[in-house]
C-alpha cells in the first residue's frame, strides 16, 4: 500500500522555525522526484520546491529562497522541508508528492502519489 504521511506542522510565531517530514512507503522512494505544495486558505494548490532523484532543487515559489531548505534521506524513505524566518504568508496547509518521472513538475495532477498535507499556521 502506497503511502506519503506529512508531520512537524503546527502553530508558530513570525520569525520561527519548523521541519516538516514526508515518510513514504509503497514504492521505490529514490526513483520518484519529490515535490512540496502549499494550500492558502481560499487559494489554490501551489508548488513551493521540489527535489529531483539526483538531489537537484526546483524552486516555484520565489518566496521561499533563502528560508525553505529540503532534502532528502533515500535510505530512510523521508523528505524534508526546513522552514526558517516563516511569516503569516506561510501560513497553508503543505502537501509532499511523489512522481516517478523522476524530474520535477509543478503541477499537483502530474504526480502519482499525494500525501493528506499539514498544516502549518504563522502568527504575527
Known amino acids: 500500500q502506497v503511502q506519503l504521511v506529512e508531520s512537524g506542522g503546527g502553530s508558530v510565531q513570525s520569525g520561527d522555525s519548523l521541519r516538516l517530514s514526508c515518510s513514504a512507503s509503497g514504492f521505490t522512494f529514490e526513483n520518484y522526484a519529490i515535490g512540496w505544495f502549499r494550500q492558502a486558505p481560499g487559494k489554490e494548490r501551489e508548488g513551493v520546491v521540489c527535489i529531483t532523484t539526483s538531489n537537484k532543487e526546483i524552486v516555484y515559489d520565489a518566496s521561499v529562497k533563502g528560508r525553505f531548505t529540503r532534502s532528502r534521506d533515500n535510505a530512510k524513505n523521508m523528505a524534508s522541508l526546513q522552514m526558517s524566518s516563516l511569516n503569516s504568508d506561510d501560513t497553508a496547509k503543505y502537501y509532499c508528492?511523489?512522481?516517478?518521472?523522476?524530474?520535477?513538475?509543478?503541477?499537483?495532477?502530474?504526480?502519482?502519489?499525494r500525501g493528506q498535507g499539514t498544516q502549518v499556521t504563522v502568527s504575527s
Open positions: 508528492a511523489a512522481r516517478t518521472a523522476r524530474v520535477c513538475n509543478s503541477n499537483w495532477e502530474a504526480y502519482d502519489f
